[in-house]
């Protein structure tokens, strides 16, 4: 049984939400106070956060709060709040009125891909994806078996990356996380970094499988079956 999360004003939508998920063997939490909804993250262990929210600006928020998957609901399915939420850390996205099959399904899709990324984690603080072995402890890193060297900021980038695995991550996200806010560069640093990190992670650097680019969203690590 999944633990769930569920934050939105509509009492209506939540008990629906609840219902269909409870069908489902989750167990559900509904909280009609974001506030209250957002510190409930810190303080009880879910598997999955429903957001149901008008634009992405509690978004964000939300993300800043917890890595585990997050799936928004917006009033309807206008193409630009749901890209602005996908950008502001959303896993998925959808419009009201829900389609419930369709809905449920992508809760049990979110949740299982949440069961796969957990595995790769060896131990507290070593992570294990695609070939790649980081231990943050050491703060080393081995490559399919062999000592990769890396700068520090290619490290903290690498790090950022498979803490995240299977999510794309803005390059301004990136920017900020590893450089700051006050840093005085600009998106061409994230794209040489990842360019440098692709040298030394990828099998071949030209058609990286690894680390994938996605024009206009980001990067994002991906967990290759076939190099664990």
């Given at each position: 049984?999944s633990e769930?999360?569920?934050?939105?004003?509509?009492?209506?939508n939540n008990?629906?939400?609840?219902?269909?998920?409870?069908?489902?063997?989750?167990?559900?939490t509904?909280?009609?106070?974001?506030?209250v909804?957002m510190?409930?993250?810190k303080e009880?262990?879910?598997?999955?956060?429903?957001?149901?929210c008008?634009?992405d600006?509690?978004?964000?928020?939300c993300?800043?709060?917890?890595?585990?998957?997050?799936?928004?609901?917006?009033p309807?399915?206008?193409?630009?709040?749901?890209i602005?939420?996908?950008?502001?850390?959303?896993?998925d996205?959808?419009?009201?009125?829900?389609?419930m099959g369709e809905f449920?399904?992508?809760?049990?899709?979110?949740?299982?891909?949440?069961?796969r990324l957990?595995?790769?984690?060896?131990?507290?603080d070593?992570?294990?994806?695609?070939g790649?072995r980081?231990d943050?402890?050491?703060?080393?890193?081995?490559v399919?078996?062999?000592?990769c060297?890396?700068?520090?900021?290619?490290?903290e980038?690498?790090?950022?990356?498979?803490?995240?695995?299977?999510?794309?991550?803005?390059g301004?996200?990136?920017?900020?996380?590893i450089?700051?806010?006050?840093?005085?560069?600009?998106?061409?640093?994230?794209?040489v970094?990842?360019?440098?990190?692709?040298?030394?992670?990828?099998?071949?650097p030209?058609?990286p499988?690894?680390?994938?680019?996605s024009?206009?969203?980001?990067?994002?690590?991906?967990?290759?079956?076939?190099?664990?």
């Amino acid at each position: 049984m999944s633990e769930i999360l569920v934050i939105g004003k509509n009492d209506s939508n939540n008990e629906m939400i609840r219902d269909y998920l409870e069908m489902h063997d989750h167990d559900v939490t509904v909280e009609t106070d974001e506030n209250v909804g957002m510190a409930m993250l810190k303080e009880k262990r879910f598997s999955l956060v429903i957001f149901e929210c008008e634009n992405d600006l509690p978004v964000a928020k939300c993300r800043q709060k917890t890595n585990i998957p997050l799936i928004v609901i917006l009033p309807d399915n206008s193409e630009t709040p749901m890209i602005k939420a996908f950008k502001a850390g959303a896993d998925d996205c959808m419009g009201l009125p829900l389609r419930m099959g369709e809905f449920t399904a992508r809760v049990d899709a979110k949740l299982e891909q949440y069961r796969r990324l957990i595995q790769f984690r060896v131990g507290r603080d070593v992570i294990s994806i695609s070939g790649v072995r980081l231990d943050m402890n050491a703060r080393s890193v081995e490559v399919r078996g062999e000592k990769c060297r890396l700068t520090n900021k290619e490290y903290e980038l690498l790090k950022y990356l498979m803490l995240h695995a299977e999510r794309m991550i803005d390059g301004r996200v990136l920017y900020s996380e590893i450089w700051g806010d006050d840093f005085n560069g600009s998106k061409a640093t994230v794209v040489v970094h990842i360019r440098k990190l692709r040298e030394k992670i990828e099998e071949d650097p030209k058609h990286p499988r690894i680390i994938e680019t996605s024009w206009g969203e980001g990067y994002c690590f991906r967990s290759l079956q076939d190099n664990e």
